[in-house]
């Protein structure tokens, strides 16, 4: 399997394919007022080219307190779909395993008359079905007077969609004044969890006081870290003030900085469920050299923000090595000099060997990145200063 990485020092946007337009969300004045009128309509829905990106939500948000995360689209919503879009899909023993099945919860606002999603696959050949009992169709009606248990604003109706194979796939719901699509990525089998994360930082020198920030999204399940030597501490820090240039410290999430044991992994206190930022920094006289920190979490949202110590002219960073197995790697933002006009150029390596610069801009993040990459295996991502000056420098991570 291949993804995109992307590398450089500013943050980027959600993603799209490359030369492809997905609206959401638009209002349709034709005069249906039929279920027949919205079968009339055609599909408007995308071809992707052979390097598109499947233009799928970066993650799920909550839908309504009670109903679980999934995609929203105008006055309807596909609960189900996960990180990445991901909704994965088994062998379907209705339909003599020729298609592979899957399951999505609607949220329907409650006065809304029925609907019909239909859909296919964008990347190929393929339709989207929906079980019906024994057999299948290609329209689904959403049209079931069920009054949802997250309230009465809302009306729930669960359904089986069906495809042939993997791929990404498009779902288009019509409804009398309205177009609503929702695109995922249909995967074979279980998902592995996707929001498991560990950063590495390899071959780090703290001088005295200073400090390394992390800026993150966990959930309340524990953060972990790890380093490889005496003298360090982990420190609450506010997240804006970490990263507009001023590192201060708590009291915020727990009150005091903690000592961290060379080989002992420290979790820390529970997490709010927020984005927020940490410092671990040296807390002797004398400078602490790390062959290795680690950052493990499971994660809220896409975002990792890292902020290293300031590099002098034609100094490398402490390499960074991002691990996450089976899932696309992207490090957002311009990855040269030539784009972030400060002199800190990044450089992305797997298997020992540099990945080259493409043009990205199909994921949504500004500029130009790094790819392919090969997924599963660790990505090393390095900064260099070339510039005649003392640089500070910080990179965001982000997936698609």
Same mark, same amino acid.
């Given at each position: ?5 992307l *590398? ?29 009128d919205?079968?009339a309509?055609?599909l408007?829905?995308?071809?992707l ?7 799928v939500p970066? =993650?799920?948000?909550?839908?309504v ?5 999934g995609?929203r689209?105008?006055p309807v *919503? ?29 949220l329907?606002? *409650? ?5 019909l999603?239909r859909?296919?696959?964008l990347?190929?050949?393929?339709s989207?079905?929906?079980r ?8 689904l009606?959403?049209?079931e ?13 669960p ?6 194979e993997?791929?990404? =796939?498009?779902?288009?719901?019509d409804?009398?004044?309205f ?9 074979a089998?279980?998902?592995e969890?996707?929001?498991r994360?560990?950063?590495e +930082? ?6 005295a006081g ?18 490889t ?11 804006a003030?970490?990263?507009d240039?001023?590192?201060t ?6 009150d005091?900085c ?7 992994? +420290? ?11 940490l ?20 994660a ?6 890292l ?10 960073s402490?390499?960074l ?20 006009g ?5 450089v ?6 540099r990945v ?11 500029? *130009? ?19 005649g ?6 990179l965001?991570? =982000?997936?698609?």
């Amino acid at each position: 399997m291949l993804g995109i990485a992307l *590398a450089g020092i500013s943050i980027g946007a959600s993603s799209t394919g490359a030369g492809t337009e997905i609206v959401s969300f638009r209002k349709v004045d034709d005069g249906a007022n039929t279920l027949s009128d919205l079968r009339a309509r055609e599909l408007s829905l995308p071809r992707l080219g052979s390097e598109d990106i499947c233009p799928v939500p970066a =993650y799920p948000e909550p839908v309504v307190d009670g109903a679980g995360n999934g995609v929203r689209a105008g006055p309807v *919503a596909a609960v189900g779909i996960g990180v990445n879009g991901v909704l994965p899909f088994h062998a379907d023993s209705a339909s003599d395993s020729k298609w592979l099945a899957g399951k999505i919860l609607w949220l329907l606002d *409650a006065d809304l008359p029925p609907l019909l999603v239909r859909g296919r696959r964008l990347d190929g050949p393929g339709s989207v079905r929906f079980r019906n009992g024994e057999s299948s169709v290609s329209g689904l009606v959403l049209d079931e007077d069920v009054m949802s248990t997250v309230g009465p604003e809302w009306r729930d109706q669960p359904s089986g969609p069906q495809v042939k194979e993997p791929g990404c =796939y498009a779902l288009q719901v019509d409804g009398s004044d309205f177009q609503s699509v929702i695109v995922f990525r249909a995967i074979a089998g279980d998902v592995e969890t996707p929001s498991r994360r560990m950063f590495e +930082l390899r071959d780090l020198r703290l001088d005295a006081g200073e400090a390394v920030a992390f800026g993150f999204h966990p959930t309340r399940d524990p953060v972990t870290i790890g380093v490889t030597a005496d003298g360090l501490e982990v420190c609450p820090a506010e997240l804006a003030d970490v990263f507009d240039g001023v590192q201060t410290v708590g009291p915020y999430w727990f009150d005091v900085c903690l000592p961290l044991e060379k080989g002992v992994a +420290l979790d820390l206190p529970t997490p709010p469920v927020a984005h927020i930022a940490l410092l671990v920094r040296a807390r002797t006289d004398a400078s602490v050299r790390v062959a290795r920190l680690s950052v493990t979490y499971e994660a809220g949202d896409e975002f990792f923000h890292l902020a290293p110590l300031p590099l002098d002219p034609g100094e490398r960073s402490a390499a960074l090595i991002i691990t996450r197995s089976k899932w696309d790697v992207v490090v957002a933002g311009p990855p040269e000099s030539e784009a972030s006009g400060t002199g800190v150029w990044v450089v992305v390596t797997q298997r020992g060997e540099r990945v080259r610069v493409v043009n990205v801009e199909n994921v949504g993040r500004d500029g *130009a990145g790094h790819g392919p990459i090969v997924l599963g295996e660790p990505v090393v991502v390095r900064m260099q200063n070339k510039a005649g000056l003392r640089q500070p420098v910080s990179l965001a991570v =982000y997936w698609v």
